[in-house]
């Protein structure tokens, strides 16, 4: 096995989303969950989630 | 059971229980309960400190990092001011060393006034306001008893609180009415910049239900939606934020969608606790649980059924819920809208029909974005598993950073209060990009956003790269900049001492800005190197057209495993710049395979304090892709060393952050040759990475220099030779790597295979094999497993 493209002969494709041309503005809740929880597996801390009063803000 | 499944983080204090409006669509009062005619006016002393000591009480015995209190009502500015400070002051000192305290107020805003701002400001209390949109649209509703309009005092109210700033503007809570036109209604709530806004369903039930057909409403937030997103998402709408991330399984930001367990506990003017007021929409007497803070402890409440009941996501949904496509979002909606006369809450919500029709579109428009992967080229990830990489294999791992950086920077931007620095940061990324890319490209810059995120660094940096994006745009902005040890800090370009002041305002222009703070005024012009006293910029190390900062000044610079140095003096500037350039000549002359990469990805030198007992002393940090931490080495040959070594950690990381190349649950500990403990598979697997090219140096060193030089280099390729090459056997035969780490592996071993049987001096081979035989002697005691 000397080929680390081996099975890849143009290339490899990443677990990261592409968000270079993505307006700043649409990036977020849109697209970057995972790649958030790639880049800190360990955050937010583990506290339960909850959900929050509606009626303030 | 010992108390409630989830502790109460969120506190809702009725102060007062009357209301100085007579809204037609208020819960409190026009519908089904009927419980605050007979209820004190205000909250007394007594109640106050009996619930403040609760809350305190509840936060100690669970351990809770911070709770959420929220002044409310009827409308709670009719407490007046000094029961309100008496509130505030009670809540702060119960809870203080306790945990964080997030104070609020929720007012219709008509009371509000500067000495109500004066009094929030004072200790820390966020102030939210209701606001039905356009003034047709607040007319419908929000009325004196007389019919007079409460418009005009809201707006006075909101500008009060919108020239205080973020640190007591909440935002503006809009209660939905399908008569109203829903762009105009839109637009007269983005033109008061809030830093959120949300938008409620009208409280109704089966027993009741909204005007108007169903699926009207999901309509009405269908047309603001889509204009939020052509818009740029430049105001946070919690319901759309909260669709947005329950649909990424991510959590909800409101309890009117998600699954999410509820936490909240209200607490009457008379010192009643009651569950989510929203219920008193349901029938009278609904939120009541019997119980009272004078006799009963918050977990005393937490057991109450009705509280329990709202805890158990999605197993307390009715049959048609749970099995409905849209359920993780949606969440059967808000408790109180699932009400009906004989089968209670074990229903869908009555607006189940427009919460369908919400989160369907939400998610087409999300299933039709671009989310087109990074790929990286076959020759390029050969050329790093090699052990090099040329500019094409970085500017691929560039390309992966800056999605990151973006990704990190939005997580923050989405979740801050201070709108002006991210509707700057926005807008500059619409029009001039490159000066965004420039200052998120700075290293640090994503150390302080994973920091951020981890929630131990705040957020007010935004601002502060905000500026600095603006400054590299040439644009003219005002941002409101955090103050941090005294200084501005302005990433990639320096700091400005403005001496003991929280916050300074910086004006920008194109090639300097100006700061006021507190009475102080300076100005600095970036083209002046020198520049006042004040100002003390990044300084570069330059050589042959490679030019990188020379970074002494960045507040989160100090990532490293070794301690940063302060300021650097000029004396040290030179000889830094002295030991750069030379060690540049040599990678060039004589490492030629290193340096393209490094030219190419290079970003900046970070000084570290000698180490005590003179050894050399470098580092890279994961989130700081470019950076080389550096203590001042002897010699260039030595920084050269290190510059190599330390950048194929950047390369690595940055891989990594791209491709899993070993099992993220691998526990196993493994021994690595150049450590006294043993490593785990990333930490081995960065280590032989990184020796591969230190062995190379040696390789070519024990030809290239003469003498005692070159013999030394023979000890030491011959020693890292030996165990580089084995540390990949290691990692090899791991069980711990994906195919694609398996191979990128098996590649690093094909580099070093052939040196192997390159010829050295006995002596050499001798010397290398007792010094590895030395460390792991010293090392075998401290390996549970291993090689």
């Not at chain 2, 709670?76 to 809540?91: M, Q, T, V």
């Not at chain 2, 319901?239 to 999410?260: K, M, N, V």
Request: aromatic share 6%; glycine share 8%; net charge negative.
């Amino acid at each position: 096995m000397n080929n680390i493209s081996e099975g890849a002969e143009s290339g490899i494709s990443t677990d990261l989303v592409d968000l270079r041309d993505m307006p700043l503005s649409r990036v977020g809740s849109l697209a970057d969950a995972g790649l958030l929880k790639r880049i800190l597996p360990e955050s937010p801390a583990k506290q339960v989630t909850v959900a929050a009063f509606q009626s303030s803000i | 059971m010992a108390g409630p499944a989830v502790p109460f983080r969120q506190f809702v204090l009725k102060v007062a229980s009357r209301c100085d409006l007579a809204c037609d669509h208020c819960y409190v009062y026009e519908h089904a309960d009927q419980s605050w005619r007979a209820r004190p006016k205000v909250m007394s002393d007594e109640t106050i400190a009996w619930s403040a000591s609760r809350i305190a009480d509840h936060a100690k015995r669970h351990g809770l990092p911070g709770v959420t209190v929220v002044l409310h009502g009827g409308e709670p500015l009719l407490a007046g001011r000094h029961r309100l400070e008496r509130i505030s002051r009670e809540l702060i000192r119960a809870l203080d060393g306790v945990c964080a305290l997030d104070l609020r107020i929720h007012t219709n805003g008509v009371l509000l006034d500067e000495a109500f701002c004066d009094l929030f400001a004072a200790h820390g209390v966020k102030i939210g306001i209701s606001l039905d949109g356009d003034r047709v649209a607040n007319d419908r509703h929000r009325l004196y008893a007389d019919g007079r309009s409460s418009y005009d005092k809201v707006l006075r109210a909101i500008d009060l609180v919108r020239r205080r700033g973020p640190e007591l503007y909440a935002g503006l809570l809009c209660t939905i009415d399908v008569a109203n036109d829903p762009l105009a209604v839109y637009e007269a709530l983005a033109a008061l910049h809030p830093p959120r806004v949300d938008f409620l369903l009208p409280h109704a039930t089966w027993d009741a239900p909204p005007p108007g057909p169903p699926g009207a409403y999901g309509d009405w937030l269908v047309r603001i939606f889509d204009r939020w997103l052509a818009d740029g998402r430049m105001m946070k709408v919690r319901l759309f934020e909260s669709a947005l991330r329950t649909i990424g399984s991510e959590t909800s930001l409101t309890e009117s969608l998600g699954l999410e367990p509820s936490d909240l506990v209200v607490i009457e003017t008379e010192g009643t606790y009651e569950q989510a007021d929203s219920l008193k929409t349901s029938y009278d007497g609904a939120p009541a649980t019997g119980f009272n803070v004078s006799d009963h402890s918050l977990d005393t409440v937490g057991l109450h059924p009705g509280i329990h009941g709202r805890q158990t996501g999605l197993a307390g949904l009715c049959a048609e819920c749970r099995s409905c496509p849209v359920v993780s979002t949606c969440g059967g909606g808000l408790y109180a809208h699932r009400y009906r006369t004989g089968t209670g809450f074990a229903n869908p919500s009555v607006y189940c029909a427009d919460l369908m029709k919400l989160i369907t579109h939400v998610q087409k428009a999300v299933t039709t974005m671009d989310r087109t992967a990074h790929t990286l080229p076959a020759a390029d990830v050969a050329a790093l598993a090699a052990g090099y990489g040329g500019v094409e294999a970085i500017a691929h791992l560039e390309a992966g950073q800056r999605s990151v950086r973006r990704a990190l920077l939005a997580a923050i931007g989405n979740a801050s209060p201070s709108m002006e620095a991210w509707r700057l940061l926005t807008e500059i990324d619409r029009e001039t990009p490159a000066a965004l890319d420039t200052v998120l490209g700075h290293p640090y810059v994503r150390v302080w956003a994973v920091k951020c995120l981890r929630g131990t660094a705040d957020d007010g940096h935004l601002a502060s790269i905000a500026a600095t994006a603006a400054l590299h745009a040439g644009v003219e902005a005002s941002v409101r900049l955090p103050v941090r040890d005294g200084a501005l800090h302005l990433p990639g370009l320096g700091l400005l001492r403005v001496g003991a002041v929280s916050g300074a305002t910086v004006e920008t222009e194109a090639g300097g800005f100006r700061v006021h703070a507190d009475g102080l005024h300076h100005e600095v012009r970036l083209d002046e190197p020198g520049g006042p006293g004040e100002w003390s910029p990044v300084r570069h190390l330059s050589v042959n057209g490679l030019t990188v900062a020379l970074e002494d000044v960045d507040l989160y610079r100090d990532c490293h495993q070794w301690p940063a140095t302060q300021r650097l003096n000029d004396q040290e500037v030179e000889r830094w710049s002295t030991l750069f350039s030379d060690a540049w000549a040599l990678i060039t002359r004589d490492h030629s395979a290193y340096a393209a990469g490094l030219a190419a990805g290079l970003r900046a030198v970070m000084p570290l304090k000698p180490a005590a007992d003179g050894s050399e002393v470098s580092s890279t940090a994961r989130d700081a892709f470019g950076a080389v931490a550096v203590a001042p080495p002897a010699d260039a040959a030595t920084l050269a060393l290190l510059l190599i070594h330390e950048f194929q950690h950047v390369k690595l990381g940055a891989l990594l952050d791209m491709v899993d190349l070993y099992d993220q649950d691998d526990t196993t500990l493994y021994y690595a040759p150049w450590r006294d403990d043993p490593r785990p598979i990333e930490g081995l697997l960065q280590g032989t990475y990184a020796h591969i090219a230190v062995t190379d140096f040696w390789r070519v060193r024990r030809q290239a220099d003469d003498g005692p030089a070159a013999e030394r280099a023979s000890v030491q390729f011959a020693r890292w030779r030996t165990q580089t090459a084995e540390a990949v056997e290691t990692l090899a035969g791991s069980g711990a790597l994906t195919g694609t780490g398996r191979r990128f592996v098996a590649a690093m071993g094909n580099s070093i295979r052939p040196w192997l049987a390159e010829p050295i001096p006995a002596s050499a081979e001798e010397e290398a094999r007792l010094a590895a035989a030395r460390h792991r002697s010293r090392a075998a005691a401290r390996v549970p497993h291993g090689a």
